[in-house]
């Protein structure tokens, strides 16, 4: 096989590997639809969710523009705080699992360093631990994701760890160096790798 050959199969190889990356981790902007939407407002309702809550929820579905987001979540643990976060780490193997296949991962975690430094009607007794940013690839993976996770035994230890929890999704959101863009400079330092090392056997 030739040096041409070899570069067709290369190139070739790697606009696949991008295009198959892109379709998976962009998605193709499918909105949410009233089936779904449907089925969230009644496991809400089962499971008992307070009407402001269920409410947002629904909203945030109707609205569906079908881009990604980033769910914010502020979080404070249980005393003792050690087993609170180990009932949080057991959760969130489970749930992350249930993410990552539908392209979905976590942005940022921060722990805090101190009690608050400004606050603005807000309980003085009111403290966050922890700040967690999840990217979700749109809001049918919300969804879908939400249906498995609320009632389950894996929530319930999500629960059982956090003294108070608030979480709101935002939109648009940017991350510089996330995968959009590292994993299309990994496959082209790839392919490239590929070319040269294609070239030096084949003698071109």
Request: contains cysteine; proline residues 4%; hydrophobic residues 45%.
């Amino acid at each position: 096989m030739g040096m041409e050959s070899h570069t067709v199969w290369i190139i070739g190889g790697a606009l696949v590997t991008y295009g198959l990356f892109r379709c998976w981790y962009v998605g193709f902007g499918k909105r949410v639809s009233p089936e779904l939407r449907d089925r969230m407002k009644l496991a809400m309702e089962e499971l008992g969710i307070p009407e402001f809550q269920r409410r947002n929820v629904l909203q945030f579905l109707e609205r569906d523009d079908g881009k990604d987001f980033v769910m914010v979540n502020l979080m404070e643990l249980k005393e003792p705080r050690a087993e609170s976060r180990k009932k949080l780490t057991a959760y969130s193997q489970i749930f992350l699992g249930s993410l990552l296949r539908r392209a979905g991962h976590p942005v940022a975690l921060a722990t805090a360093a101190s009690g608050k430094i400004e606050s603005v009607n807000v309980s003085p007794e009111w403290d966050w631990e922890a700040a967690f940013l999840v990217r979700y690839r749109s809001r049918t993976d919300f969804a879908e994701v939400m249906l498995e996770t609320l009632g389950s035994e894996h929530h319930g230890l999500k629960l059982d760890a956090l003294a108070r929890t608030l979480a709101f999704p935002a939109a648009p959101w940017s991350l510089i160096g996330g995968p959009r863009i590292l994993v299309p400079l990994v496959i082209a330092l790839l392919a490239t790798s590929a070319l040269y090392i294609s070239a030096l056997y084949t003698g071109a």
